[in-house]
């Protein structure tokens, strides 16, 4: 079976391998501050779903030190090219001015080939759209957007603090804008059956105009989360590595041939993982994907 990876796509839109810097903007979430509720979502840590990113410092340094990381990937003579990735938290959540010539800064770097900006779909008001469009124009923008599912029970039960109307606005906001989207699924939230996971899948595979990107994303339980005291208090099942990369090769059977997948799993701090602790081997199950996904059908 074949799919659209990001690494082939990143070749054949810049002509070279590209890897993220993952940076920090310096912006908070409105589900941490009390505007929409304290804590964030209850899979989220500290670090804001940005654990592995840059602390937070004049946008250069931070580049400098994420290079360091990755400089040594690229063959010799190569020209390095980077997508500046601002993960953490919620980047289009703050002044608007500052945001703007935080990005601009970034953008015009000539290492910089593009901007990756995660936000939620209720953090996009039209100034902010307005600004994102303009950075558009300079260099590609993707917006990745955390929807996780489409199940209204879990998205209450994780306190995502939107409902999927918010989402289907912002995603045709940033489309009639020529903006990428990608969206961010969690795959084994408590009391989500496959069939579930599916139908936002499904959900997610009817969008119009037709979804850029996905990432998949295992769900991890993290020490200093919500989700941590829950499982505790009363422990619900996880996946085993076979059932979860059954899953994938699933999921990836239910998208458009032209969705970009960006992520298939993920990882999480090996000090904070509680489970499923088979996730801390990334390489043993990117493989393990890799081997079914290339036996499938199709």
């Known amino acids: 079976m074949e799919y659209r990876s990001l690494s082939t796509y990143w070749k054949e839109k810049f002509g070279g391998k590209v890897y993220k810097l993952s940076l920090q903007s310096g912006c908070t979430c409105p589900n941490r501050d009390g505007s929409i509720g304290r804590g964030g979502c209850i ?3 500290e670090g804001g779903s940005g654990d592995f990113a840059a602390h937070y410092a004049p946008i250069q340094e931070q580049i400098t030190e994420a290079r360091k990381r990755v400089d040594h990937k690229f063959p010799k003579g190569a020209q390095p090219m980077y997508m500046a990735y601002f993960q953490s938290y919620t980047n289009t959540y703050g002044n608007v001015d500052r945001l703007r010539s935080l990005y601009l800064e970034t953008i015009q770097l ?13 953090c996009l008001p039209i100034e902010m759209l307005e600004m994102l469009s303009e950075l558009n124009q300079i260099k590609p923008v993707t917006v990745e957007l955390g929807l996780q599912t489409v199940h209204k029970s879990s998205a209450d039960y994780i306190h995502r603090g939107y409902d999927l109307e918010v989402f289907e606005k912002a995603y045709q906001n940033l489309s009639n804008r020529g903006i990428e989207v990608v969206v961010h699924v969690i795959l084994g939230l408590p009391g989500e059956s496959r069939e579930d996971m599916l139908e936002t899948i499904d959900y997610l595979a009817r969008l119009q105009p037709t979804l850029p990107g996905i990432k998949l994303q295992l769900l991890h339980i993290l020490e200093g989360t919500q989700l941590a005291e829950d499982y505790r208090r009363n422990p619900f099942p996880v996946f085993t590595m076979e059932e979860y990369t059954d899953l994938v090769v699933e999921c990836l059977k239910h998208l458009p041939k032209e969705t970009v997948v960006h992520r298939l799993t993920g990882d999480g701090p090996k000090s904070l993982l509680i489970e499923p602790k088979w996730s801390g081997d990334k390489k043993k199950v990117l493989n393990l994907l890799q081997k079914k996904i290339t036996a499938a059908p199709g």
């Open 110 to 122: 000539p290492e910089i080939v593009g901007i990756s900006i995660g936000t939620r779909p209720d």
């Open 43 to 45: 899979f989220c840590s």
